[in-house]
């Protein structure tokens, strides 16, 4: 019953003071509204990255010329480039051999090259390329492509090489007119006509790179009609590798079997390092939390220093409110008040005021991180940890900062504080 009569005198006191209140705990607001909107979306950005890996698939191997790499200092020398280049390429006979290990369920080749400038055009309207894919119907399925109409490849597509595309949602969006139905019509790559036979789930975008710009055509299609970007000899533009595991292996078991034969098959010498790279979803993540890491980091750094500053303003105040409630305290002393009782209201009120700033921070915070969602391609997810979190910081911050003035007022002579003008 004390504790609910501290809790209500604490309340009234700051209900008396609303501008003083409001201002106090001003640096709480910003520094909790700074934690649930950087908290929001960056949850929702890592749910949105998590998504799209899931269609890479964490059972899947790229087996290609180069490592997977992003970031400062990642970059490839043009020495490392031109070495990388000279490698061999992947075949079908490698494709072949790999099927046969016991860790692999299926395995294909593919190529995938990046516009380069390249155009697409339909009836007049055109539109920059951002990827084009020769995929077989083994590819289609181990990336998780789903096709939202049409069909996919068949053998006979690649065995006679024929010009058919499956086309992503960007392309069908900025190429055709509203309701106009894509299956079916011939569109143009550079001056080679293609025509669509299947439409792709949208994917979405990732690291900058929009999945759905693509237009996958037959393996075999390609290489007869479509030239590399970048030249001949560009490893980013190489045939690669796609196996799947067997439920039965783990990730690395895969890939030692690979490793091992892919070494004897391209004569790698006992202490000569790989001329190929085994890539997995695995190593996305690892980029990804690579490149987050540096905004926690500046989060975390934004919002303590917010919190801090609200802190210390919320003990400058309590300071002041001692010095200003000097004759209350001495009178509430002098018919039976203990020591006790006083540090435990202002301490209450401490606790009320970064309580009061903190669920005003979450308030603000839940709706700022909508609006940007709404506003931008960002999206936003507030999870109930980072609420119970701000929340419960904020009343931390303002226990931690309201000991001082607390203890300061519980010490106060009750005469001296009678006396006091």
Not at 149 to 171: H, M
Not at 319 to 334: D, N, Y
């Given at each position: 019953m004390r504790?609910l009569?501290?809790?209500?005198?604490?309340?009234?006191?700051?209900?008396?003071?609303?501008m003083?209140?409001?201002?106090?705990?001003?640096g709480i607001?910003?520094?909790?509204l700074?934690?649930?909107?950087?908290?929001s979306i960056v949850?929702?950005?890592?749910?949105?990255v998590y998504?799209?890996?899931?269609?890479?698939g964490?059972?899947v191997?790229?087996?290609?010329?180069f490592?997977?790499?992003?970031?400062?200092g990642e970059?490839?020398?043009?020495?490392?480039?031109?070495?990388?280049a000279?490698?061999?390429d992947?075949?079908a006979?490698?494709v072949?051999?790999?099927s046969?290990?016991?860790?692999?369920?299926?395995v294909?080749?593919?190529?995938?090259?990046?516009?380069g400038?390249?155009?697409?055009t339909?009836?007049?309207?055109e539109m920059?390329l951002g990827?084009?894919e020769?995929?077989?119907?083994e590819?289609?399925?181990i990336?998780?492509?789903?096709?939202?109409?049409?069909?996919?490849f068949?053998?006979t597509?690649?065995?006679?090489?024929?010009?058919?595309?499956?086309?992503?949602n960007?392309?069908?969006?900025n190429?055709f007119?509203?309701?106009?139905?894509?299956?079916?019509?011939?569109?143009?790559?550079g001056t080679?006509?293609f025509?669509?036979?299947?439409l792709l789930?949208?994917r979405?975008?990732?690291?900058?790179?929009?999945l759905d710009?693509?237009v996958?055509?037959p393996?075999?299609?390609?290489?007869?009609?479509i030239r590399?970007?970048?030249?001949?000899?560009?490893?980013?533009q190489?045939?690669f590798?796609?196996?799947q595991?067997r439920?039965?292996?783990s990730?690395?078991?895969?890939?030692e079997?690979?490793?091992?034969l892919?070494?004897?098959?391209?004569?790698?010498?006992f202490n000569?390092?790989?001329?190929?790279?085994?890539n997995?979803?695995?190593m996305?993540?690892?980029?990804?939390?690579?490149?987050t890491?540096?905004?926690?980091?500046?989060m975390?750094?934004?919002?303590?220093?917010a919190l801090?500053?609200?802190?210390i303003?919320?003990?400058?105040?309590m300071?002041v409110?001692v010095?200003?409630?000097?004759?209350?305290?001495?009178?509430?002393?002098?018919i039976?008040?203990?020591r006790?009782?006083i540090?435990?209201?202002f301490?209450?009120e401490?606790?009320?005021?970064?309580?009061?700033?903190g669920?005003?921070?979450?308030?603000?915070?839940?709706?700022?991180?909508?609006?940007?969602?709404?506003?931008?391609?960002?999206?936003?997810?507030t999870?109930l940890?980072?609420?119970?979190?701000?929340i419960g910081?904020?009343?931390?911050?303002?226990l931690?900062?309201?000991?001082y003035?607390?203890?300061k007022?519980?010490?106060?002579?009750?005469?001296?504080?009678?006396?006091?003008?």
């Amino acid at each position: 019953m004390r504790i609910l009569m501290h809790i209500r005198t604490a309340l009234l006191a700051l209900k008396l003071q609303r501008m003083r209140t409001f201002l106090t705990t001003l640096g709480i607001i910003i520094g909790v509204l700074t934690v649930i909107t950087m908290m929001s979306i960056v949850q929702g950005i890592n749910k949105y990255v998590y998504k799209v890996l899931g269609t890479i698939g964490s059972n899947v191997i790229y087996v290609q010329k180069f490592q997977w790499r992003v970031g400062p200092g990642e970059r490839m020398s043009r020495r490392e480039y031109l070495e990388i280049a000279r490698r061999k390429d992947f075949t079908a006979e490698d494709v072949k051999t790999i099927s046969k290990l016991p860790a692999v369920e299926r395995v294909t080749l593919a190529q995938s090259i990046w516009g380069g400038g390249r155009k697409i055009t339909f009836r007049g309207e055109e539109m920059n390329l951002g990827e084009v894919e020769g995929a077989t119907p083994e590819y289609i399925e181990i990336s998780n492509y789903e096709i939202e109409r049409g069909r996919t490849f068949i053998e006979t597509d690649l065995a006679f090489r024929r010009q058919v595309c499956i086309i992503g949602n960007y392309v069908v969006e900025n190429l055709f007119k509203k309701g106009e139905d894509p299956l079916g019509k011939d569109i143009y790559i550079g001056t080679h006509k293609f025509t669509v036979v299947g439409l792709l789930s949208e994917r979405g975008t990732f690291m900058g790179n929009n999945l759905d710009n693509k237009v996958v055509v037959p393996l075999t299609t390609l290489g007869k009609f479509i030239r590399m970007a970048r030249g001949r000899h560009s490893p980013f533009q190489a045939p690669f590798i796609v196996a799947q595991k067997r439920e039965s292996y783990s990730i690395e078991e895969t890939k030692e079997q690979m490793e091992e034969l892919l070494r004897q098959r391209r004569g790698c010498k006992f202490n000569e390092e790989n001329d190929f790279a085994l890539n997995t979803q695995q190593m996305i993540i690892d980029i990804y939390k690579k490149i987050t890491s540096g905004i926690y980091m500046a989060m975390i750094g934004i919002a303590s220093l917010a919190l801090v500053v609200g802190g210390i303003g919320i003990m400058n105040i309590m300071l002041v409110s001692v010095v200003e409630r000097t004759r209350e305290i001495g009178l509430r002393m002098a018919i039976g008040a203990k020591r006790r009782d006083i540090l435990v209201q202002f301490l209450i009120e401490a606790i009320a005021l970064t309580g009061v700033g903190g669920v005003v921070g979450v308030l603000l915070g839940f709706g700022f991180s909508k609006l940007i969602a709404a506003v931008t391609p960002l999206p936003a997810s507030t999870p109930l940890w980072s609420v119970a979190l701000g929340i419960g910081f904020s009343m931390i911050v303002g226990l931690f900062f309201g000991i001082y003035p607390a203890s300061k007022a519980s010490k106060l002579d009750p005469i001296e504080a009678l006396r006091y003008e």
